[in-house]
């Protein structure tokens, strides 16, 4: 330490490096020989190592803390300790994004249409495309508030249907679910679970939902653990877009969202419930991160 404190102090011209070695107690002689002896192998693998965090960091949008880094480093063939990761990214300087808190965005409705919780907070699915949640939230924008509804395949995590408008009227969840079952195709009776906002108790959502073979499943009212895969969704969405920007207008919103989604978050985004696989790697039967790098 005191040697790299010699070199710190030496290559800025502050002091003789005579004068901080004889202040130090170390000899000029052991100085020069550290200084041109070649870099450990610990130290050449750490600076590999943070070249490639800085990569994946960047791959990631910026946004990963130390357990999706980790992931990534094994999913390219390098396990290394959750320490020493979180040691490289402090030394250069980086750190993963935190989300706000979580409040209330729904409101029960005055007369709802009734349907069973079938999920019972089991957010899990043995196959893809037979439960599915979703939810609604907002995003200001310089032209007024926007509103996100979500499709979420609890197999995998994947976001498999999503509508963005200026309203949080029924048809927003409709169009949301619209996109999901055109982009999926699942069987008849696929359960869709979500909160008792009235987007999703009102008469007009449950017509649809029949007629669309999509069997309804309510969480209990104002309870965020009864819908935890879509507010955690929400949690991450905003962390790691709506709070890094500013949102002129809605078009905007949808371009910029619409990439997050398919070029990130299903993508890229390692997910710590699926054992930090990407939804796409899991939906393609990998279930452990080391497969990747066999």
């Given at each position: 330490m005191?040697?790299?404190?010699i070199?710190?102090?030496?290559?800025?011209e502050?002091?003789?490096?005579?004068l901080?070695c004889?202040?130090?107690?170390?000899?000029?002689?052991?100085?020069?020989a550290w200084?041109?002896?070649p870099?450990?192998a610990r130290?050449t693998?750490d600076e590999?190592?943070?070249a490639?965090?800085v990569?994946?960091?960047?791959e990631?949008r910026?946004n990963p803390?130390?357990?999706?880094?980790?992931?990534?480093?094994?999913?390219a063939?390098h396990?290394?300790?959750?320490?020493r990761?979180?040691r490289l990214?402090r030394?250069?300087?980086l750190?993963?994004r935190?989300?706000?808190?979580w409040r209330?965005?729904?409101?029960?409705?005055?007369?709802?249409v009734?349907?069973?919780?079938?999920?019972?907070?089991?957010?899990?699915?043995?196959a893809?495309n037979?439960?599915?949640?979703?939810?609604?939230t907002?995003i200001k924008t310089w032209?007024?508030w926007?509103?996100?509804?979500?499709?979420?395949?609890?197999?995998s995590?994947a976001?498999?249907?999503?509508a963005?408008?200026?309203?949080m009227?029924?048809?927003?969840?409709?169009?949301a679910?619209?996109?999901a079952?055109?982009?999926?195709?699942?069987p008849?009776?696929v359960i869709?679970?979500?909160?008792?906002?009235?987007?999703?108790?009102?008469s007009?959502?449950?017509?649809?939902c029949r007629t669309?073979?999509?069997t309804?499943?309510?969480?209990?009212t104002?309870n965020?653990?009864?819908?935890?895969v879509?507010e955690?969704?929400?949690?991450?969405?905003?962390k790691?877009?709506i709070?890094t920007?500013?949102?002129p207008?809605?078009?905007?919103?949808?371009?910029?969202s619409?990439d997050?989604?398919?070029?990130?978050?299903?993508?890229v985004?390692?997910?710590?419930?699926l054992?930090y696989?990407?939804?796409?790697e899991?939906e393609l039967?990998?279930?452990h991160?080391?497969?990747?790098?066999?």
């Amino acid at each position: 330490m005191k040697f790299a404190a010699i070199a710190d102090w030496a290559d800025q011209e502050q002091f003789p490096v005579a004068l901080m070695c004889q202040e130090l107690g170390v000899s000029r002689s052991g100085y020069y020989a550290w200084r041109q002896a070649p870099p450990s192998a610990r130290a050449t693998l750490d600076e590999r190592l943070t070249a490639l965090i800085v990569k994946i960091r960047a791959e990631a949008r910026g946004n990963p803390g130390v357990r999706r880094v980790r992931a990534g480093l094994a999913a390219a063939g390098h396990l290394v300790s959750h320490k020493r990761v979180h040691r490289l990214m402090r030394a250069a300087g980086l750190r993963g994004r935190h989300p706000k808190a979580w409040r209330v965005t729904t409101v029960p409705g005055q007369a709802p249409v009734p349907a069973p919780d079938l999920i019972g907070r089991s957010f899990t699915a043995e196959a893809p495309n037979t439960r599915w949640c979703g939810d609604i939230t907002y995003i200001k924008t310089w032209d007024g508030w926007a509103y996100l509804a979500t499709v979420i395949d609890l197999h995998s995590r994947a976001l498999v249907g999503w509508a963005i408008d200026t309203h949080m009227r029924t048809s927003l969840a409709t169009d949301a679910l619209d996109m999901a079952l055109q982009n999926r195709q699942p069987p008849k009776g696929v359960i869709f679970h979500s909160d008792r906002g009235t987007q999703y108790t009102s008469s007009e959502f449950d017509t649809y939902c029949r007629t669309k073979h999509i069997t309804r499943s309510l969480g209990s009212t104002d309870n965020c653990y009864d819908n935890a895969v879509s507010e955690s969704f929400f949690a991450t969405f905003k962390k790691e877009l709506i709070h890094t920007r500013p949102w002129p207008d809605i078009t905007r919103l949808k371009r910029e969202s619409q990439d997050w989604f398919d070029n990130y978050y299903n993508t890229v985004r390692r997910h710590s419930t699926l054992g930090y696989l990407t939804p796409v790697e899991y939906e393609l039967g990998y279930r452990h991160i080391n497969e990747l790098a066999a």
